[in-house]
């Protein structure tokens, strides 16, 4: 039953990946001086829209294709003349889901930025660098619409592709970068930031690396690697604990490199290659879409790797991480989506089946037991109970955990996105009350597959007071300003229509002691 309901829960978040999938009909693209811009591989020109600039498809390291697929990245070749950027470049390879139909383009190291329209500011602008989620499997940068953090905020925003599955995360022995080639071009990309965003009116000493969920991770990562000093100055984590446990479900942190190379050696026997006398080039010439196939459906960084010599939580926990400031949180009900997959599965929880879906999700000694006892389900409606579960699980304490262990070395800013109203993201009927679930702050922050965001006017103004807290974040380190709420480093901020409050009840209300106790 755990394999079936993991399969329930990796086609669900397929199905809410489709809910920014889809792209409207194209604005006319308008060009002039100010969208031509030089970078030292050569000149791009980009669009002009109403108040904002964006400069789309860039390449910041060269294809890992033939020889370089499972290569560390390089930089990219210069060309001549203007190259073309006024459209995405393609996804990394994946599925379908976020990216309709899929990808198996493996020319896909590109990223995007979207800067303020108008004349150049007297100063560099802070640079907001954003990697996506999609659990290290499915994303790309292209689906986040940056231009109202970019104009509200007065921010560069630059979204990142790096590689998803086993493309960026296959381990072998004696290949360097094995187990981590997604999160080194990440570093790249950061690197390329340093060395091009003056070019777009941004900061190279002013960075701030941003994601959410699977992107959350990867910050935490970063904020772990040896190889990621000096690349930013702040850290946004959206929905990505970097302390959850490996031993529950729907937490894509990292694994021991040993782990990574078995599932490697698994993989190479799916393709045909394990019995290959050069096992890596035979898996060089297998066909994306058969590697696609053939991956597992989670993936993950590994570990005691040159770039990411610790599990990121150790390291965090003996407090082996980059001093930047950080802000953190997550959402309400981030287990809700993935409890209204089950049930729609066929899965209903109720008194009778409840103690069997906890087992299933939580195959340890004694645990199932003492979660049924402290998350009782009393009506044949027990899909929140199992979403509360989840989220408090895999998400919110993990993040107050990890909050309290940085809060030692660095300012940290805390906060719970809580609109129970929060648009779908998916235009399917769940089974109940969705609440605030996992990645419903996204439309808060950017229109998603480049659609405008369906927000009441109270809804609308909870995204501009995000928007204001996370570019003045950018810009300074600390949220505060003028016009929004006080946010104190004291207490978790609760982000409502209209209702944006302080509160110490979060840990309480989520069981962290009990999760605590459990291990």
Not at 143 to 151: E, F, I, K, Q, V
Not at 242 to 248: I, L
Not at 276 to 302: F, G, I, M
Request: charged share 15%.
């Amino acid at each position: 039953m755990h394999r079936l309901l993991t399969t329930v829960c990796g086609a669900l978040l397929a199905v809410l990946a489709t809910a920014w999938s889809a792209v409207p009909p194209e604005e006319p693209v308008r060009q002039d001086a100010a969208t031509t811009v030089r970078t030292h591989a050569g000149l791009v020109g980009g669009a002009a829209h109403d108040g904002y600039r964006t400069f789309e498809g860039i390449p910041y390291a060269a294809p890992p294709v033939g020889r370089m697929r499972w290569a560390l990245p390089r930089r990219a070749a210069p060309w001549s003349g203007v190259r073309d950027a006024t459209r995405p470049a393609s996804a990394c390879p994946q599925p379908a889901g976020e990216v309709s139909g899929g990808s198996t383009d493996e020319d896909c190291l590109h990223l995007n930025v979207t800067t303020p329209g108008g004349a150049g500011p007297a100063r560099p602008r802070p640079v907001l660098v954003w990697l996506h989620g999609g659990g290290f499997t499915t994303g790309a940068g292209s689906s986040y619409d940056g231009h109202r953090l970019a104009t509200r905020g007065d921010v560069v925003v630059v979204t990142v592709n790096y590689r998803l599955g086993a493309l960026g995360f296959l381990a072998r022995s004696r290949l360097p970068g094995s187990g981590d080639f997604g999160l080194a071009d990440q570093q790249a990309a950061l690197r390329w930031v340093h060395a091009e965003i003056r070019a777009f009116g941004g900061d190279p000493h002013n960075v701030t690396l941003a994601g959410e969920s699977a992107g959350g991770y990867s910050v935490c990562a970063q904020l772990t690697s040896p190889a990621a000093t000096g690349l930013f100055d702040r850290a946004i984590i959206e929905s990505g604990p970097c302390t959850g446990s490996r031993d529950r479900p729907f937490a894509p942190s990292s694994i021991p490199l040993s782990t990574a190379r078995a599932a490697g050696a698994d993989l190479a026997a799916r393709v045909g290659c394990g019995s290959a006398l050069n096992v890596l080039a035979c898996l060089r010439r297998v066909h994306v879409s058969r590697l696609l196939a053939a991956q597992d459906t989670d993936q993950q960084p590994a570990y005691s790797t040159p770039l990411l010599p610790s599990d990121p939580a150790a390291a965090i926990a003996a407090g082996r991480f980059h001093r930047v400031p950080v802000l953190i949180g997550v959402n309400h009900d981030e287990g809700n989506g993935w409890a209204a997959g089950i049930v729609q599965a066929g899965h209903p929880v109720t008194p009778g089946t409840w103690s069997e879906i906890v087992a299933a999700f939580f195959p340890f000694p004694g645990q199932a037991k003492r979660i049924a006892r402290e998350y009782p389900v009393h009506s044949t409606d027990g899909g929140p109970v199992f979403g509360a579960v989840i989220g408090d699980a895999d998400f919110a304490c993990p993040t107050a955990h990890t909050s309290s262990l940085l809060v030692a070395h660095v300012p940290v800013w805390r906060y719970e996105f809580a609109d129970e109203h929060a648009p779908p993201l998916t235009s399917a009927t769940p089974p109940f009350p969705l609440g605030a679930p996992h990645a419903s702050e996204l439309p808060y922050l950017f229109d998603l597959g480049g659609r405008p965001r369906n927000l009441t006017a109270a809804q609308h103004r909870l995204a501009d007071t995000m928007i204001d807290y996370w570019a003045r974040f950018a810009r300074t380190a600390d949220p505060n300003g003028p016009s929004s709420p006080h946010w104190s480093r004291q207490t978790v901020l609760s982000l409502a229509p209209d209702h944006i409050v302080p509160t110490r009840t979060a840990q309480s209300r989520h069981h962290c002691a009990f999760w605590d106790t459990l291990g």
